[in-house]
Structures are given as structure tokens and as C-alpha cells.
């Protein structure tokens, strides 16, 4: 097969859902010494960009949304590893800290926007659930992230995500991280009124959002 073959099959085991396609044929461009950062780009972005459009056109629903993000974790499992021995630079630029508040202990929403922020090429550190406010600005001073996204599944739990916002403006942090906010409650007009970077009500809206916040649009 062609580079250019190869990297057709790859967006296609995304759009898929092929985890053991995408895996394999991440293995294989290793194998070969590709550059990684074109196969990326070139072979699995497409297949996930695709998956975005589909599940905007509503073709595409929630089971299919996670398998391919699974298969693009499943590629990406196979190449960052190697990406960083080789380049030793984050992909994207960007880290992103990710958790749900303090309080709370849904994790759907934010373990599939987590995955499509690792998809969309972003270094992802997932603190968990119910995850104390200081916790999220020690993991993002810890891991070097620009970008704190704060997800909420109760209007007894979203108070915290105005909380964070404030926490920060106590430590004179506020100028330092952009921070994300999510979840069943949350709105656009609820992070205008907190004074939240940004906000996203699904996976694909939460990547357009992160590169846009992250400078990657």
C-alpha cells in the first residue's frame, strides 16, 4: 500500500470504530518510521473530524461517537509513546486537565470528552470524579496545562464550577488557566454569568472549543 492508502484506511478504522484496525495500523507506520505527526494529521485527524460531522449531521449517535473515540485512543495508545521518544513535544501544544467537581460522581459526559480531546490531539490528565477545586489548579501547575475543563451533572454541584472561577481569582490565577465548563446543567449563559472561558454542551463542541481556547483552531 501507498503512505497515501494507508493513511485513507486509518480515517476509515476511525469512522468505523475499528479499534484493532487503528491500533494495527498505527503499529505498522512505526514500524515503517513514518512521521508520526503526518500520520496524525494526515491519516487519523480526518477520521475524526468525520466522526464530528456525523454526529452534527445526526448520522452518527452516542454509541458510535465513543467506538471511535476508542479507536482513536487505541491508535494513539501505539504512537504517543513513540512520538515523544522521537520528538519529545506535546502533539498539540496543549494540555487539558479534566474532572468533575467536587460533589459529584457522574462520569459519562467527561469520560467521553475526555477521550475526544485525546482524539482531537491534546494531552488529557482526567482527575476523576467529585474532585476537590485546589486538586485541578495543582494538576494543571503539575502538568504544565493552559486549559482546566470542569464537568457537572447536578445543579447542586454546577455552584462549584463558579467556585473554581473564583478560587483562582483569589490566588491571582485567573489570568493563567482557561477554563471549560460542561455538563447537564450548564450553559452558555451559565459560563458567561461565572465568567468561564468557554463552554460545551457535547464531546465534539468541547474539542472545537479546547483548540479554539488553546489557540489550535
Known amino acids: 500500500m501507498t503512505k497515501n492508502e494507508i493513511y485513507t484506511k486509518m480515517s476509515e478504522a476511525i469512522v468505523a470504530g475499528d479499534r484493532q ?46 467506538t471511535s473515540a476508542e479507536a482513536m485512543k487505541s491508535a494513539m495508545a501505539v504512537l504517543n509513546p513513540e512520538l515523544n521518544r ?39 490528565t482526567d482527575l476523576g470524579v467529585d474532585v476537590k477545586l485546589e486538586r485541578f489548579i495543582e494538576a494543571a501547575d503539575a502538568a504544565g496545562a493552559g486549559l482546566i475543563c470542569l464537568s457537572a451533572l447536578l445543579t447542586t454541584t454546577m455552584t462549584n464550577q463558579r467556585r473554581f472561577l473564583e478560587l483562582l481569582k483569589e490566588r491571582g490565577l485567573r489570568g493563567k488557566y482557561k477554563v ?38
Open 86 to 124: 522521537r520528538e519529545g513535544v506535546n502533539r498539540a501544544g496543549a494540555r487539558v486537565i479534566i474532572g468533575t467537581v467536587e460533589g459529584d460522581i457522574h462520569d459519562i459526559g467527561k469520560n467521553l470528552v475526555a477521550s475526544m480531546l485525546q482524539a482531537g490531539g491534546f494531552e488529557v
Open 180 to 217: 471549560l465548563v460542561g455538563g447537564a446543567p450548564a450553559s452558555r449563559k451559565w459560563a458567561e454569568e461565572i465568567g468561564a472561558d468557554g463552554f460545551a454542551e457535547n464531546a465534539v463542541a468541547a474539542v472545537k472549543a479546547a483548540k479554539a481556547l488553546a489557540g489550535l483552531a
Open 21 to 66: 484496525a487503528a491500533r494495527a495500523l498505527a503499529e505498522e507506520a512505526v514500524r515503517s518510521g513514518f512521521d508520526l505527526l503526518e500520520v496524525v494529521e494526515q491519516g487519523y485527524m480526518p477520521g475524526i473530524q468525520r466522526v464530528g460531522a456525523l454526529w452534527e449531521e445526526g448520522e452518527y449517535f452516542l454509541p458510535e461517537l465513543i
